[in-house]
């Protein structure tokens, strides 16, 4: 039987115990790592700390997305919106395939039941306020025991772990910038890409990254994040999800009229 990790959490309040539980944790979410990795789906259900999760086929692609809402082509792109979005070229007869590919999905990243979402950490690694606390909480303790063993992550990088007690199989932690630097951004995407490639995710969800705490203005961030999105899809063609969370209603707004101009569900698009 595998004691729960609060147990050991509970030990290390007694000096004595405290290197021990501490081996305990590691070798804890070793073995809890490799036990979920086994499970059936079924089986993994009964493991998560709150029944409320959703599963992929309930978030609507983005084709289907923009069929079901009146409104949305009245929610426009400036001409800024234009001047940023002509940094890429698109290969445009990517258009229909990739429309099915990304999602806007409105709520709480925790409850995806998906390959991977990333989380907005910070560069220790350590259970912080925002996205990463809400992650860390549904994750459960052996998630931080983990992040503890990889020591920290720079600003622009990413490092993978389990999901355990998370509907999500992998958590991908990147580390944005704090100085509204858009390069730096611009990696955390490509780093986080680049795991899900190495992993073979096959598909994945970000939040706002930097948006928050960290202050990045949230329309460049979206052009980021769009710009990198495409770019890889455009190049690997065995991703088949990739899911914007949004949890303000900024957020969503700026998502709704970005997405149309990178991923056009017409026949034409901006670069026109
Ligand atoms: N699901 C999805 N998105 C969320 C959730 C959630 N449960 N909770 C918040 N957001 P932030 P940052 C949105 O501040 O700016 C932490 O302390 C939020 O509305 O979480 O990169 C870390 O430890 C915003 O749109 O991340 C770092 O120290 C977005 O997530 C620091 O914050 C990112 O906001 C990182 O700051």
Redesign the pocket.
């Known amino acids: 039987m595998l004691i729960r990790p609060s147990c050991w959490l509970a030990f290390a309040t007694n000096g004595n115990f405290r290197k021990y539980s501490i081996v305990k944790m590691t070798s804890n979410w070793m073995t809890e790592k490799i036990k979920i990795s086994s499970l059936s789906i079924e089986d993994k259900r009964k493991t998560y700390r709150s029944n409320e999760y959703v599963i992929l086929d309930k978030v609507d692609p983005w084709h289907k997305y923009v069929a079901g809402s009146k409104d949305i082509e009245n929610k426009k792109h400036t001409q800024e919106d234009l001047t940023e979005f002509r940094k890429i070229k698109l290969n445009e007869e990517k258009n229909a395939e990739l429309a099915e590919k990304v999602s806007i999905f409105r709520g ?3 409850k995806l039941e998906i390959d991977a979402i990333v989380n ?3 560069s220790r690694l350590k259970a ?7 992650i860390h909480r549904a994750a459960g303790p052996l998630l931080q025991a983990e992040c503890n063993s990889i020591g920290g992550c720079p600003t622009g990088e990413a490092r993978i772990t389990s999901g355990y007690d998370l509907p999500a199989k992998h958590v991908i932690h990147t580390v ?1 910038p704090q100085d509204g630097s858009a390069q730096k951004l611009r990696s955390c995407y490509e780093s986080c890409f680049a795991l899900v490639k190495e992993h073979q995710i096959k598909s994945v969800a970000f ?8 202050g990045f203005p949230n329309r460049l961030a979206a052009h980021i994040a769009l710009q990198t999105t495409r770019q890889f899809l455009e190049q690997n063609t065995d991703v088949g999800r990739v899911i914007f ?1 949004t ?2 209603q900024v ?1 969503v707004d700026i998502y709704e009229t970005l997405l149309q101009v990178y991923f056009p569900v017409h026949e034409w698009n901006y670069n026109d």
């Open positions: 709480d990243i925790t907005a950490a910070n912080g306020g925002g996205v990463d606390g809400a944005g939040p706002c990254i930097s948006t928050g705490i960290y969370c949890f303000m957020d």
